[in-house]
């Protein structure tokens, strides 16, 4: 999935990550839990944090279109 595609599906993705994060207590700990989310959702073989925040890096600065906030 390119982040186009994630835009596309981020109301219902945010809702989802919602559920799911609700029982952590800190707003940081939420917001990461969605990227690490997003990030999994993305193209791309590896799949732990740091070259998936880079993947979604790349692709944001590729597609201007695409939203910047978590």
């Known amino acids: 999935m390119r982040v186009g595609e994630l835009a596309e599906c981020r109301g219902r993705l945010e809702e989802f990550a919602g ?10 700990q939420r917001a990461k839990g969605q990227l690490y989310l997003r990030g999994l959702l993305l193209d791309g073989r590896r799949k732990s944090m740091q070259p998936m925040a880079e993947l979604f890096l790349t692709e944001q600065r590729r597609s201007p279109k695409a939203p910047a906030r978590a």
């Open 19 to 28: 559920e799911v994060f609700a029982p952590l207590v800190r707003r940081d």
